[in-house]
């Protein structure tokens, strides 16, 4: 028997499929950049082991309405199919919404929509305001919210609501259960221990996944509002709040021992909790440089999600802080930030299987950035774009090198590549972070794409 995940694609295609398909006559006549994309993904480390493949081979398509488009309907829709790899496959709906202009500065939207409601969580790309897209953990996509907006946007002030009875958590990697093991098919899967020790002898673990169903996760209501008042290009302040279910969902588990096999049978259960977040930026903005510092305070609710016999998670309370400073004349940019987190410590009660919590709200606890990005136009319509980027911690002792380039040929053929470095020490309950799991998971990525 095999089981496959996941709760965030079922849910994911639930809300979208029908929506995409009504509104695809809409499409043809819509100012849509639709790229078809063939590339490779190559894990390159030496002391890789996560799965017996290396290589991995895509196809890909990526639907974006044009920037300068006008159309009510926009859209920003990645995708990728993984050939001989199906849990490689991937669904990525950054954006999918319907615009209504009610006059020069108001506007209502419906959909998936990215908003900058806090400049922390973008930037760091954490996923605790918005969801984020984590196909690869190491570089994760910012997605937006999906319900309601209404913004009115002044010279010198923007105002936001937000409603919807919908939620969509984060994506993670897609994994798959087989007779009770984790299927080694995606590399950036995590798995849980697969065993543990009873009476000083190590006992492997046999695994079920309790998924719920989709309606449980979806139908959940959250609001939301935002001010920023001042001048853009001169000192800007902006206030964010939301009330909603965290993206991230808890994990809890119960297990038992077989007697006659020796063997831990262990059920998984995944639970939408809620949380309120508060959110300040600060920023002022001088000719090419910018500088400014965003806050966040995160606030989970302290019951307890699951019964007594479920082994569970308690979060607490979390401040986050950022300062940055950028440089930007056009063509090159330079971005320096750091992050601190305090509290947001996770407590499980009940039987402890791990050394670190299944569950986890933040991928670190503290680190500094610099980035290096570039936009240089080559002459006869060829265009680089790259960033370059080196992530440090102490705290949570990891080294994460990325790099992003596209080069245009033309307004249709393109080739793009990334790569990923990372140099971690281990975790402990005193370390806690996401990033160490994929020391070995070094990777280089190539491909080339056509816009029709």
Known sequence: MAFKRSPVGTTILAVFGGVLTLLLPLFASAQV??????????????EFEATQKTNYQFVGAQLKTESFSEDALRMDIAGGVAMGSPLMNYLNIGEFYYQSHQNASETFYIGRKKLLWNELDSRWNLGVWQPVFKWNPLAPEEQGLSGIFWQIDKPLYTFVLFGSPLYIPSQGPSFEIEEGDFAKGNPWFHQPPQSVRIWNEAT?????????????????????????????????????????????????????????????????????????????????????????????????????????????????????????????????????????????????????????????????????????????????????????????????????????????????????????????????????????????????????????
Do not use: C
Request: charged share 20%; no cysteine.
């Open 204 to 452: 492997k673990m046999q695994y079920r996944f309790d998924q719920p169903n989709t309606s449980e996760i979806v139908l959940q209501n959250s609001y939301g509002a935002k001010i920023a008042f001042g001048d853009p290009q001169g000192f800007r302040t902006q206030l964010s709040y939301l009330y909603g279910p965290d993206n991230v969902l808890a994990i809890g588990y119960q297990g038992s021992l077989d007697i006659s096999t020796l063997k831990g049978n262990v059920e998984l259960q995944p639970q939408v909790f809620f949380h309120s977040l508060t959110g300040a930026d600060m920023t002022y903005k001088i000719n090419r440089w910018k500088v400014g510092v965003s806050g966040l305070w995160d606030r989970p609710g302290k019951e307890k999600i699951f019964d007594e016999q479920w082994s569970q998670p308690l979060f607490e309370d979390a401040l986050l802080v950022s300062p940055f400073v950028e440089w930007d004349n056009g063509l090159w940019a330079v971005n320096l930030m750091r992050l601190d987190i305090f509290g947001g410590e996770i407590k499980e009660v009940g039987e402890n299987l791990a050394n670190t919590p299944l569950t986890n709200l933040y991928p670190f606890q503290q680190a500094n950035q610099i980035s290096l990005m570039t936009n240089l136009g080559m002459g006869k319509g060829q265009r680089l774009i790259g960033k370059l980027s080196y992530t440090h911690s102490d705290k949570n002792d990891f080294q994460l090198i990325r790099i992003n380039t596209r080069y245009r040929l033309s307004g249709l053929w393109s080739f793009f590549g990334e790569a990923q470095v990372l140099k971690a020490g281990p975790t402990s309950k005193s370390n806690v972070n996401d990033i160490a799991q994929f020391a070995n998971n070094d990777r280089m990525m190539l491909g080339v794409s056509y816009a029709l």
């Open 33 to 46: 950049r639709t790229e078809m994309k063939l590339f490779s993904d190559s894990f390159i480390s030496p």
